[in-house]
């Protein structure tokens, strides 16, 4: 018996998939159809896909041709599968030619001639119109996010809008892309906007883009002010408009896998987070210039507030800061202390301190430790009493990460909300109202007179 085994992620099952399958079941007398699990095909940049694995596989069976179906998880398992299930031939569409020959070690090789004028892109292009960005600001960040919306299919970035017009025109030339005079200009020429502009304007702009009739991806901090952030979702309710934060790591797989663990009882009952993120910066930066809205916990504070918000809730007991200032009244270091119901967590900024960033998850049972930078999380370890038992998990982290956000803000502007959990309305809203508590509190004090 000649068995054959072939491989694809087989979303929105077309004409090509098929014929793909029914040439490859033609070469032998069994087929096996490996299908790619979402996890695999996030960690090797396939964003978009639509359908569930249940579905592909649905369609897969439906199809008639494969005789076993199995799951593909990871880089490098097709060499054992081939082993595994005595393979004859590796078949494979001719989109691939080259790239597998190194396996013909192992069986035949056979490169298939793909079908000319349809893929799951061509659909997925189909089906949901490409949206066109426009960007408001143009700051490192903004460059940042225009390269990575490149890894991401279904969307491109089209133009910026910056008042200081030299500015924009400056970061339009650089990344080829329109600069507009005025943000209605912006508007007539693009779908989607993201803001990242300085922090106390992403209210004013967020909320005229919404009424705009815009879909918002707004950079961190959010909003300086809960009763904003709480309008701003509203607005966006009422006009069916997708609002999201651009807080990266909570779309992160890594750090949702994290989550995942500490919720799971392995560590058993949470009592203490400890997350710090500690970043030096020039004299001359934004972040240490700005006297007004510069500072250690508005530019890191989001980040480490995230899994305290996330594992303890959005309520606090109570809530403490201790700041250290700069000549000119910045802090270049914050500690929060937070006393919540279920636990007390500690969250510690630094632009002029350094520091060891680490997240700290303790429970009844075991610990979790995620080290710097935990917020783009690749790596952590689950360790418990006994020292020789620690759990080793790791995930990859693609680029800068601002691919994750933009396209699960994406798949939710396109009808598809399932990753609307990783950063809620609600837990947004409290982040904002912990950074409101800060700015009005005590750190002032640290102002000079
Ligand atoms: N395939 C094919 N003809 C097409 C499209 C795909 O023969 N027109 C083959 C691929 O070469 C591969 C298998 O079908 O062997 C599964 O491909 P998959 O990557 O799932 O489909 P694509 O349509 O290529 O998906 P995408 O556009 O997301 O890359």
Not at 381 to 389: A, G, I, N, Q, Y
Request: proline residues 2%.
């Amino acid at each position: 018996m000649t068995k054959v085994i072939t491989y694809g992620t087989f979303d929105l099952f077309h004409e090509g998939h098929y014929k793909l399958l029914q040439r490859a079941k033609a070469l032998g007398d069994y087929l096996v159809v490996g299908v790619t699990t979402e996890g695999y095909d996030r960690a090797r940049g396939k964003l978009n896909v639509v359908d569930s694995l249940m579905t592909r596989i649905e369609n897969v069976r439906k199809s008639g041709f494969a005789d076993e179906i199995v799951i593909e998880e990871t880089v490098g398992q097709k060499i054992s599968d081939i082993k595994k299930y005595n393979i004859d031939i590796f078949a494979i569409g001719s989109d691939w030619v080259g790239h597998f020959d190194h396996m013909s070690e192992y069986c035949k090789v056979v490169y298939l001639e793909r079908t000319k004028g349809v893929s799951s892109t061509m659909l997925r292009n189909q089906n949901f119109k490409i949206q066109r960005i426009g960007i408001i600001g143009s700051g490192r960040i903004a460059g940042r996010f225009l390269m990575e919306s490149k890894s991401v299919s279904g969307v491109s970035t089209q133009g910026v809008y910056n008042p200081h017009l030299e500015s924009g025109r400056k970061f339009a030339e650089k990344y080829e892309i329109d600069c507009y005079a005025t943000r209605e200009a912006l508007y007539d020429n693009t779908d989607l906007i993201y803001v990242a502009s300085p922090h106390e304007t992403h209210y004013e702009y967020a909320k005229d883009a919404l009424l705009h009739k815009k879909h918002v991806l707004c950079e961190k901090p959010f909003v300086l002010e809960a009763g904003q952030a709480e309008e701003l979702f509203q607005i966006a309710r009422a006009n069916r408009l997708v609002l999201f934060e651009g807080i990266k790591t909570a779309y992160c797989p890594g750090f949702n896998k994290l989550i995942d663990i500490a919720c799971s009882g392995m560590i058993g009952n949470l009592r203490y987070i400890d997350a710090c993120f500690t970043k030096l910066e020039s004299e001359t930066s934004r972040e240490l210039t700005d006297t007004e809205y510069g500072g250690s916990f508005l530019e890191l504070g989001s980040y480490c507030l995230l899994p305290v918000i996330k594992l303890f809730g959005k309520e606090y007991e109570k809530i403490e800061f201790e700041s250290m200032y700069d000549q000119r009244g910045l802090d270049i270091f914050t500690k929060a202390s937070l006393k919540c119901k279920k636990g007390l967590a500690t969250v510690t900024c630094g632009l002029g301190v350094k520091s060891e960033g680490r997240l700290l998850i303790a429970g009844t049972e075991g610990y979790i430790v995620a080290e710097a930078p935990w917020w783009k999380t690749t790596y952590f370890e689950v360790r418990f009493e006994d020292p020789s038992k620690v759990e080793k998990y790791s995930e990859r982290f693609l680029g800068d990460g601002l691919r994750y956000e933009i396209s699960d803000w994406l798949n939710q502007i396109n009808g598809n909300p399932k990753n609307e959990f990783k950063l809620t309305r609600s837990e947004s809203i409290a982040i904002v109202g912990i950074l409101q508590k800060f700015l009005e509190g005590e750190h002032r004090k640290g102002f000079p007179e």
